[in-house]
Structure formats: C-alpha cells, structure tokens
C-alpha cells in the first residue's frame, strides 16, 4: 500500500510539473497606428526576403527600452536584427526592406498591444497587388507573450498556401 501511495504522489508531482511548463501564453492584439507614433529607439526585426517574392517578409520595430523582448519563431537564418536605430531611420529602412518582392504595393502599421494597454513596438506589413495573389494581405502574425519574450508566429494564410499548392481552384471557388 505504501509503494501506491508513492507512486501516486509521484503521478501527481509529474503532472503539476508538466501542467507549470506548458503555462498558458498571453496572446497580445494589434490595433492601426500612425508614423507620427513612432518615437524613441528601436530594435528592428527583418523576416523574409531570403528569395525572390518570399511572401513571409515583415518587419517589426521592438521599442529599446521595452520590458520585452520580440523573438520570431523561426530559424536564426530567416530573420536578422539591427540594434540602436532612430525612429524616423527604423521606419524607412523596414519599408526599404519590404519592397523586395516584385509584387508590393504598400506598407500598413500596426501597433503591438501589451495586456497593459501600451505599446510594445510595431509591425511593418507588406501588402501586395490584389492581382497578384487575389488578395493583398497574405500573411498571419500572432504575437504571444511568453516570460519576457513576445514570440512572433508567422505564416501565409491558407488560402495563400492552397495557392502556393497548386489547390489554386480552392482560392476561386471550384474544386
């Protein structure tokens, strides 16, 4: 009877222990936001253009002074980093970085909502011509907290991945 209860106590240690490391993450909103919000120093993430028309290409602009840290769930190879830029300089060289692809149209911001209300930095999208992918959004972002990271998930939406398939008669209607 004694080794049972052993063996129970450890059952439930074991599952205690399990159910703390996969704590639940925070996931964190984006609203629109304008240029003239922009101010301070950044840190800025470029992820994509490692080919040409990479759809995954975004940039995002992490605040210096932020209690957090952005991390983009990638490998290392798919995404580097510039510490210390100026606002004005952050911006211009995230759109610089986006026009990559043959098919970009514009740029949209948007801010990094922490569950406090503030704003953690921004992300710089690229928005494409509709012609070209018959939409112009094709990217899913989802920001997660995690410690003191936001981890960054990234990834063409699914209608863009059908595309991208050769299920391109899903995207229009047949199949």
Not at 63 to 88: C, I, N
């Amino acid at each position: 009877m004694k080794s049972m209860k052993i063996s129970w106590l450890t059952f439930f240690s074991l599952v205690a222990l399990l159910c703390a490391s996969c704590a639940p993450e925070m996931h964190l909103n984006t609203q629109g936001a304008m240029e003239s919000e922009i101010k301070g120093t950044y840190r800025v993430i470029f992820v994509g253009c490692n080919f040409t028309d990479d759809l995954e290409t975004i940039a995002f602009l992490q605040k210096e002074d932020s209690r957090y840290t952005f991390e983009p769930y990638l490998p290392d190879f798919q995404y580097r980093v510039e510490k210390g830029v100026p606002a004005s300089d952050a911006l211009a060289s995230a759109e610089k970085f986006l026009k990559c692809t043959t098919s970009f149209r514009r740029s949209q911001l948007s801010s990094i909502i922490a569950p406090d209300g503030s704003v953690l930095g921004y992300e710089v999208r690229p928005l494409y011509f509709p012609l070209t992918y018959g939409i112009d959004d094709v990217l899913e972002t989802n920001y997660f907290i995690r410690g003191d990271k936001v981890l960054i998930s990234i990834r063409q939406t699914q209608r863009i991945e059908r595309i991208h398939r050769g299920g391109a008669g899903d995207v229009w209607g047949g199949r």
